[in-house]
C-alpha cells in the first residue's frame, strides 16, 4: 500500500472522536471533507503483434467490450462514524506521452458454459463497440475518477473511488497520463433509521480487531472507530430454519456453544407470527434479521429453497426474451447478509420488483444506462451466510456430526492435503487451449496450496491433452478414487457444469485438421450426484467448485448440495453459469480470481482465522471492489453451502508466526545466446515460462525450488521463429518480466 498523504477537513469531528472513551464512540454529527493524494505506480507499456499496445499495471479495468482497455485503480476509504460520501472530487493534470498509441480494447469474459450462441452475441457487442469507439463516432470521457461503490461494513461507512490515470483517444493515438492526483471526499450525517442502526453496530461491538483490511486510511479510521476497544466477547450465530427441523439442530446447538459462540434460532414460522413487515417471504426474513441480528455474526440457513428461499437478483433487470434460467436471473443468499440499509436504499431503491439491477454492460446493451434503472446493492456482509440445504431431516445427523470431526480435527496433514481437478474448458487449436489445470498450479505456485500435499488430475486423453505434469490422469474412477481413499481437507475442480455434475471435454482431432469443431468433442463424466455416497465421509473436506451451476438449489438436486449428504462440511458454488476464461495471476478478474480470493483468504490469510464464511464474504467483496458492473454475474451466483463458521484448523486459533523477508527473485536478464540470469534474496519456489507478444505462454522452462543466490539457465531457443518473446520469472512473492529477441 502506498504511503498515506492525506487529511481531514472536519477538525472538530475528529477531536471529538478522539477524545471519547471506549463506551462512548460514538456517530459524528457534522459533515466536512478527506483529502488524499495518491501516487500513480508504475507502468509498462507492452507491443502487440497487431500494432497495439497493452498498458501493464497493478491494476484492473472497467471497460465494456471493445472500449479501450486502461487500468483503473480503485482505493476504498472509511468515513467516520455515522456519515456517508455525498460527492467526491478526483483532481489532477495528465501530460499527453510522446508519439502515437493505439490500445488494445477490452474482449468480453465468456461464459464458461462453451454456449456458442452466446458467445457470438458477445463477440457481436465487442466488433460493434469497438467500431464506433476507435472510429472516432462515440467520444470517450476524460474523466480522471469517480465513485465505484458505496459500503457500509457494519458500522463502517465505506466509498471507493475508480481512478483513471490514463485518457485515450484511439482515433487520434493519443494518450496521456496522470501521475499524481488528489481525491476529495465529501460527507454527511446520515439521518433517521440509518442514525440508529449503525450505533446499533457501534453497541454491540466488532468481530475484528483491526480495521477492514481494504481501507485505505486505516490510520485516521483507527482513531475513528478503535476496533480493538470493543471486541466482542464471543461470535454469534443465527440459525434459521423451519419448524420440522427444529429438534434435529438440538445436539448441533450444544456443540457451537461449547466452542464459544451464542446460538439463536428462529424459524420460518416464527417469522411469519411476528409483526414484521415486507412484501414477500425473503424481505420479512431480511427485516427481521435487521431488527434482531445485527450483534451476531454468521448465518446459517438449515432448510431448501423451497421452504427458505433464496433472493433472485436480475443483474440487469427484467426482459422476457432474454432471460436464459441457466444464465440469469441469480438466486443467492447473499440477500441475507447484508443488514445495512432497507430494501429501497439498497436491493430495490427504484422499487421495481427486480433486485440488484446494477450498472453493467447487459444494461448498456439493453439501452437502459439510466441511473433511475439501478439498485444499490452492497456485498460487504453484515452476516457471512452458509446453507444446508437440506428438505429432509435424514441427513442433518450425519451432516453436523462431520462438521464436529473437520472442526475438531488437528491433523495438519489431512487439513493441508487437497485434491485438484483442472479439465479443458475450451480447444481453439490443436496448440492452443483453455485449461483448467492452470490455475490449480498457480494455487500450489502462489503458496494457497502445499504442492508436496495435493493430488492433481489433469486431462491426459484425446489429441490435445494438458501440458501440465499431473499424479493421476483426470477421469471419473481416477476422480472418485482420489476423494474416497485418503483423508484430504481441500477439493478444487474446474470443468463445464450443470446443476448434477461436472464434466471434462476431451478433443478426438478425427479429421486431422487441427481446429475442433463440435462433433470432435466429448464431454465425459468428471463428477456426478451419484458418486457422491462412495467419497469418504469419515474425514470430510471444504469443496471449491468452479464449474457453471453446481449450486443451482431450484434446477434439481445440486452437486453442491449432494457432497454435504455425504463427503463435506462446505462447499462454495455457482447458483448460474459463471464467466471468465483471462485469468493469469493474482488481481486477475473474472470467475477465477473471484475463487483465487476465497482460498486465499481462507487458507493463507491468518486475518480470517481460518473461517470459510469469513473468508467467502471477503473472497466475493474483494472482487466486488476490483471489478465493474458486470462483476455481478459471477459475485450474485456465488454461494457457500454448508456451516459458514467452520474453521479449517480446528476451534483454537493457529499462531500467526513472525513475519520473514520475502524471498525476491531480481535481476532478470536474458543475453543475446538466450541464457537467462537471476538472483534470489532467499530460498522460495520459482517459475521460467515463455510468452509470445500476443499474451499466449508457449513454454515452462523450470518450475522449481531454489536456494537463495544467483542461478544461470540456458534457454533452448531452436524451435522459435525470428521475434520478439517474454520471459516471465514467479514466486510466491514477486513476478518479473523481461524481454528476449530471437534471431534467425
Known sequence: MLPIKGRCACILCLFLLASMSKAEVALCNQGGALE????????????????????????????????????VLTYTFALPPGTEVTDIEVLG????????????????????????????????????????????????????????????????????????????????????????????IHYAPVSGERTAYTSKFLECGTLYSDIPE??????????????????????????????????????????????????????KEDILASSVEGVDLQQKIRNWLRANATDYHYLFIVAHHWDIPMRI?????????????????????????????????????????????????????????????FDNPDLEMELHVGRMNAFVPKYLADFFNRIKVFESSKDMNYKKRS????????????????????????????????????????????????????????????????????????????????????????????????????????????LEGSDCPNLNSTNPNTAFLLSCLCGSP??????????????????????????????FEPGDGGLEGLFYNDLEAYLKESTYDYVIGDAVSEGRARYWRSEGGWG??????????????????????????????????????????????????????????VWDVTGRKLETLFSSNLEAGQHLLEWNAVGYASGTYFITLKSPDANLTTKAIVIR
Not at 499462531?655 to 531480481?666: D, G, R, T
Open 36 to 71: 488524499y493524494n495518491i501516487e500513480i505506480p508504475e507502468y509498462e507499456i507492452e507491443a502487440l503483434e497487431t500494432g497495439e499496445i497493452r498498458i501493464l499495471m497493478d491494476a484492473s479495468t472497467h471497460a465494456l467490450p471493445g472500449y479501450p482497455r486502461v487500468p
Open 93 to 184: 493534470d495528465r501530460t499527453e506521452l510522446d508519439g502515437e498509441y493505439l490500445v488494445e480494447a477490452r474482449k468480453p469474459l465468456q461464459p464458461l458454459s462453451a454456449d456458442k450462441d452466446m458467445i457470438r452475441e458477445l463477440n457481436a457487442l465487442y466488433e460493434e463497440n469497438r467500431t464506433r469507439v476507435y472510429s472516432g463516432q462515440e467520444r470517450l470521457p476524460d474523466l480522471l475518477g469517480k465513485i465505484h461503490r458505496t459500503a457500509e461494513q457494519r458500522e463502517y461507512s465505506l466509498v471507493t473511488v475508480a481512478v483513471y490515470p490514463f485518457h485515450h483517444d484511439p482515433s487520434m493515438r493519443k494518450l496521456t497520463l496522470a501521475s499524481e492526483v488528489t481525491i476529495r
Open 214 to 267: 481494504q481501507v485505505y486510511n486505516k490510520e485516521e479510521a483507527r482513531q475513528w472507530y478503535r476496533p480493538q476497544e470493543r471486541l466482542t466477547d464471543s461470535p454469534g450465530m443465527v440459525i434459521l430454519t423451519i419448524d420440522e427441523f427444529k429438534p434435529y439442530l438440538e445436539d448441533y446447538i450444544s456443540w457451537r456453544e461449547s466452542t464459544g459462540f451464542r446460538v439463536r434460532v428462529v424459524t
Open 313 to 373: 437478483l436480475h443483474a440487469h433487470g427484467y426482459d422476457g426474451s432474454s432471460q436464459n434460467p441457466y444464465y440469469y436471473p441469480h438466486p443467492t443468499d447473499i440477500y441475507y447478509g447484508d443488514l445495512s440499509k432497507p430494501d429501497d436504499l439498497s436491493w430495490d431503491a427504484n422499487q421495481d420488483g427486480y433486485y440488484g439491477q446494477i450498472d453493467s454492460y447487459q444494461s448498456y446493451r439493453s439501452y437502459q444506462a439510466d441511473p433511475a434503472y
Open 419 to 526: 485434491v485438484l481437478a483442472g479439465g479443458i474448458l475450451f480447444y481453439y487449436s490443436d496448440t492452443d487451449k483453455y485449461d483448467g489445470a492452470y490455475i490449480m498450479e498457480s494455487l500450489m505456485e502462489y503458496g494457497v496450496l502445499e504442492r508436496s500435499m495435493a493430488t492433481t488430475l489433469y486431462e491426459k486423453q484425446g489429441d490435445s491433452p494438458s501440458e501440465f505434469d499431473c499424479d493421476r490422469g483426470f477421469t471419473n474412477p481416477e476422480l472418485v478414487a482420489a476423494l474416497a481413499g485418503q483423508d484430504i481437507g481441500v477439493f478444487v475442480e474446474f470443468n463445464h457444469g450443470s446443476p448434477s455434475r461436472f464434466v471434462r471435454t476431451v478433443w478426438y482431432d478425427d479429421n486431422e485438421d487441427g481446429y475442433p469443431e463440435d462433433s470432435e468433442l466429448d464431454n465425459e463424466i468428471g
Open 554 to 583: 431450484d434446477l434439481g438436486y445440486p452437486l453442491a448440495q449432494k457432497l454435504l449428504d455425504y463427503s463435506s462440511v462446505g462447499v462454495v458454488a455457482h447458483t448460474r453459469v459463471a464467466w471468465g476464461g483471462g485469468w
Open 632 to 689: 455481478c454475474y459471477n459475485a450474485y451466483g456465488h454461494v457457500l453451502y454448508g456451516d459458514p463458521a467452520l474453521r479449517h484448523y480446528g476451534r483454537e486459533k493457529v499462531a500467526v508466526s513472525e513475519k520473514h523477508p520475502l524471498a525476491i527473485p531480481l535481476d532478470l536478464t536474458v543475453d543475446v545466446n538466450q541464457r537467462i540470469s537471476f538472483s534470489l534474496s532467499g530460498s522460495t519456489h520459482v517459475r521460467l515460462e
